[in-house]
């Protein structure tokens, strides 16, 4: 079974830092794109950040030049580095990977609070 869980929400101050890691199990993910999505309270779901397997990077415009992503595939397969956290960040998020070109797997996602 495929599974993938997410780590190291929480809760942080405006202008603070977490890292999310998110750990797979069942099958490797080296040569997949990974990516990082959240939902905020009421909101739909949205695309934050995305790496394919040779490191090429994707963000929201709303994260850029805040948010890292980045993969280590002998550990876990994703991270997502945040700084510069705003109240507007607070979501759950959920790390994915694809299946060719469907985001086909999904952990079931950390929170994320920043207090103002």
């Known amino acids: 079974q495929v599974r993938l869980v997410e780590s190291g929400g929480g809760l942080v101050q405006a202008g603070g830092s977490l890292r999310l890691s998110c750990a797979a199990s069942?099958?490797?993910?080296?040569?997949?794109?990974m990516g990082w999505f959240r939902q905020a309270p009421g909101k739909e779901r949205e695309f934050v950040a995305r790496?394919?397997?040779?490191?090429?990077?994707g963000y929201a415009d709303s994260v850029k030049g805040r948010f890292t992503i980045s993969r280590d595939n002998a550990k876990n397969p994703v991270y997502l580095q945040m700084n510069s956290l705003k109240p507007e960040d607070t979501a759950v998020y959920y790390c994915?990977?694809?299946?060719?070109?469907?985001?086909?797997?999904w952990g079931q996602g950390t929170q994320v609070t920043v207090s103002s």
């Open positions: 790496i394919n397997w040779s490191g090429g990077t």
């Open positions: 069942g099958r490797t993910f080296s040569r997949d794109t």
């Open positions: 994915a990977a694809t299946a060719g070109s469907v985001w086909l797997y």
